[in-house]
């Protein structure tokens, strides 16, 4: 692996898309092999809601409902008990997969924004070898989320860029686990949650979710770096930049489009 220091520029007005951009910049030039894996989750993730949501569509009728409820009623226990299983065994699977593919990409951010290149193979075993400890702190900062988003969707929002940074603390140093790392977080994205929330929603949006994965690592990699440099030299968060204040607008625009298309 290259020992070379890569230069971040630091955008001046913090910038939420040239953040974002100047990361995936990096991570294609110095994480090429991690890049293709993120896409590809990013595709399996997408093609598999899109299957669940076909399915759910399905089940729109009450006939349908009954149907299914009878269907059901009518299969064996064994078969029931064999399927359940199976649905077990999927999910804890597709949790496994998540935990890893989160693990790499808050591993190759915090490693790029230090100027070092990252291979997939490494940062899945940077994962691996702190797959129980990462799992905990993954747990915990989603159930906390859930309680948040319990309040009202907003609070949980929030509390889920709040805590963006927790995994790149967690592969930096070892104090920051489970509580630690989220309260150290919420400490580093003070006063710079829009520009984080702007940096990796809109171009969600743009790529349909299949940019999502590449695209946060991106975004995470830049303002990871910009914003501990700050912190380190105490001094004050530069204000959002005027984009990030429109795209906050962007959620409520939707949603008001939604409302009038069902209405």
Excluded: D
């Excluded at 090429?32 to 093609?47: D, G, K, N, R």
């Excluded at 690592?217 to 530069?238: E, R, V």
Aim: proline fraction near 3%; charged fraction near 10%.
């Amino acid at each position: 692996m290259s020992k070379e220091k890569i230069p971040i520029e630091q955008p001046i007005s913090i910038n939420p898309f040239v953040a974002m951009w100047q990361g995936v910049t990096l991570v294609v030039s110095r994480a090429i092999t991690v890049a293709v894996v993120l896409v590809i989750a990013s595709v399996c993730v997408i093609t598999g809601n899109n299957f669940i949501t076909a399915q759910q569509a399905k089940f729109k009728e009450p006939a349908q409902v009954e149907q299914a409820i009878q269907s059901l009623i009518s299969t064996p226990a064994s078969t029931i008990a064999l399927y359940a299983g199976m649905v077990l065994i999927i999910s804890l699977s597709l949790f496994v997969i998540m935990v890893m593919i989160h693990g790499i990409q808050s591993y190759t951010a915090v490693m790029l924004s230090k100027g070092k290149s990252v291979t997939v193979s490494e940062a899945f075993n940077a994962t691996l070898g702190q797959f129980g400890s990462y799992t905990i702190l993954m747990l915990w900062m989603y159930i906390k989320i859930t309680l948040w988003s319990v309040l009202f969707v907003i609070p949980g929002v929030v509390a889920y860029y709040r805590y963006s940074f927790a995994g790149l603390l967690f592969f930096e140093n070892k104090k920051y686990r489970g509580n630690a790392a989220l309260e150290e977080s919420t400490r580093l994205t003070k006063k710079g949650l829009l520009t984080i929330f702007a940096s990796q929603y809109i171009p969600y949006l743009l790529t349909l979710g299949y940019g999502g994965n590449l695209s946060a690592t991106g975004s995470l990699t830049t303002l990871y770096g910009t914003y501990t440099g700050i912190a380190k030299k105490k001094l004050q968060m530069p204000r959002a930049h005027i984009l990030s204040y429109v795209s906050l607008a962007v959620p409520f625009v939707l949603l008001m489009a939604a409302l009038y298309i069902v209405g």
